[in-house]
């Protein structure tokens, strides 16, 4: 407590009541002694809000800091119009300007008769400087400036300077010499976990290791458990904006090559997949599921005459996957169009698409794609401007070739994949590849079986860094092939009678691809993990925040 707050006086009987304190007490003295604690602490705050405000009054510049009111944040009208600048806007340019900023306190410090705040708003932060001067900045000012604890929301008011030397601390190269600070709304000031800490990498911590200094380590599922405070960083703020990339993206390409975007129902009542992977549910009193995929949704569309469509909306996987790769839910990016000749048309709208959201992220993204790699270093990925299209088979003698035993007709395990990934790398110079013709046991019942060879199929997966992200293929259009094939995959078809049934009025050769927008973005940043490119990751184990 400061000398210019009023100093409490001792409660009577404390000493007594200090000695009493070791005595057994019975249920009604330990009621009485609560009450009096109670009023003990009521009295305190009551004489610290009187200090505060003693402060308050002696201070001149009072007016220019403080808590802002509840009152004053409900959206009431407020005469006039107060411009704001965004932090990530302030440049040398407005050397001299008034601003008026909102943003987070970063990080906080005091040194003598001056204060310095870091700001943070989206990813850009700002020096805010306080310097203790006569009716500019008092020291009560200071002292509150000082006072507020990381995290909280700020708005300050003041003038843009030009430092003459870098700020490394800070995004932009401009300070505010601050004349008005508010607290908006204030954070806890013990946090579970530390932003600056989150954002820090694993080189940044090994490397003080080696210097004889242990830093904070905030691991996976302290992060997760954490969310809020974890997607502030510098790499999250930058890995869910190209997540949003990827998706306009995928939207706009597709809309200039006369797709329709719909949505499709994910309350289904039999398996889109087959499998026993499927979370099973009561819908009103009738058994039913949550869609696995778009799958048989967006084929009907296609019957319904719409020629190409896509969507973009959650798939639901119920399979136990403690994998790097897997999610329980993620976010589907479906494509599904009539063929005209082959399934060819299919591969070349994956290839054109794909080459044309790298390069915008490339092109875009820089900022974003650098701030990830700060944090999580990654090598740019490597495509063709014309993505390489290798056979099943070429692929499989590709892996024996190199020493790797592998079923001939059986799909790639993990090891399997990434060792064709780096033979490809090393033969073609690309980390971007389309390997199609698979064996048909391995794909759904809905996949089309190639005419020459019907073990292989009208199928393809897409590879990146090693790792498959895109499953595709032509589809089944004659309902009673449809229905046999089905049938033999273990699928009730009675279950999925209307989806056959939508084949029996007309259905043009179609196919479609789906792939998951989370594995994109972290096969395209090199991360290890796919719940560090989901906002809050469904997995086996996690169903919260």
């Not at 059986?410 to 990934?421: F, S, V």
Request: with cysteine.
């Amino acid at each position: 407590m400061s000398s210019s707050e009023p100093q409490l006086p001792k409660p009577e009987q404390q000493q007594e009541e200090e000695d009493e304190s070791s005595k057994p007490q019975s249920k009604k003295a330990a009621k009485k002694e609560a009450a009096k604690l109670e009023k003990l602490k009521r009295r305190q705050e009551a004489a610290v809000a009187s200090g505060v405000q003693s402060l308050s009054m002696e201070d001149p510049l009072a007016d220019n800091y403080g808590e802002v009111p509840i009152s004053e944040l409900q959206s009431k009208v407020v005469p006039g119009t107060r411009v704001w600048t965004e932090i990530g806007k302030l440049a040398e340019p407005l050397k001299d300007q008034y601003v008026l900023v909102r943003g987070r306190a970063q990080r906080i410090r005091a040194k003598g008769k001056t204060a310095f705040v870091i700001l943070r708003e989206r990813g850009f932060t700002v020096q805010c400087v306080l310097t203790e001067q006569d009716g500019v900045v008092s020291r009560p000012m200071l002292k509150y400036a000082a006072g507020l604890s990381r995290e909280s929301i700020v708005d300050v008011e003041g003038l843009v300077s030009v430092p003459g030397i870098t700020i490394n601390s800070t995004t932009q190269q401009v300070e505010i010499q601050v004349r008005k600070i508010f607290c908006v709304n204030k954070a806890m000031p013990t946090l579970p976990i530390n932003v600056e800490d989150a954002a820090r990498s694993d080189v940044e911590i090994e490397k003080a290791l080696q210097n004889g200094e242990q830093l904070v380590r905030v691991n996976q599922d302290t992060r997760l458990n954490y969310r809020v405070l974890d997607i502030r960083t510098p790499a999250n703020q930058g890995i869910f904006r190209i997540q949003c990339q990827v998706g306009n993206v995928f939207r706009q390409f597709l809309l200039s090559e006369g797709f329709v975007e719909i949505h499709t129902p994910k309350l289904i009542a039999g398996s889109s997949e087959g499998g026993a992977s499927v979370f099973k549910l009561d819908y009103k009193g009738k058994p039913a599921c949550l869609a696995q995929s778009p799958q048989l949704h967006k084929q009907m569309a296609i019957c319904g005459d719409f020629g190409r469509v896509f969507e973009i909306g959650a798939v639901f996987r119920a399979e136990d996957s403690f994998t790097h790769r897997h999610l329980c839910e993620f976010t589907g990016l479906d494509v599904e169009m009539e063929i005209k000749e082959h399934y060819f048309e299919v591969m070349d709208v994956v290839d054109h698409l794909f080459v044309a959201m790298f390069d915008s992220l490339n092109n875009n993204f820089a900022k974003e794609l650098e701030a990830v790699r700060r944090q999580y270093p990654f090598e740019p990925l490597k495509y063709l401007r014309q993505t390489l299209r290798l056979t099943f088979e070429e692929g499989i003698q590709m892996l024996k070739d190199a020493g790797v035993e592998v079923d001939p007709l059986g799909d790639l395990n993990t090891e399997a994949e990434r060792k064709l990934g780096q033979l490809v790398l090393e033969k073609y110079d690309t980390e971007f590849y389309i390997l199609h013709r698979y064996p048909l046991a391995v794909r759904p019942f809905y996949t089309m079986p190639c005419y020459d060879n019907p073990t292989y199929s009208n199928s393809f997966d897409v590879f990146i860094r090693g790792e498959e992200i895109i499953s595709g293929a032509q589809r089944v259009h004659v309902p009673d092939l449809l229905a046999e094939r089905a049938q033999s995959l273990g699928i009730d078809v009675q279950s999925i009678s209307t989806y056959v049934d939508s084949f029996r009025y007309g259905a043009p050769p179609h196919g479609g691809f789906g792939v998951g927008l989370e594995r994109v973005v972290m096969l395209f940043c090199g991360l290890n993990n796919i719940r560090k490119t989901s906002l809050f990751p469904r997995d086996p184990l996690r169903i919260a925040p």
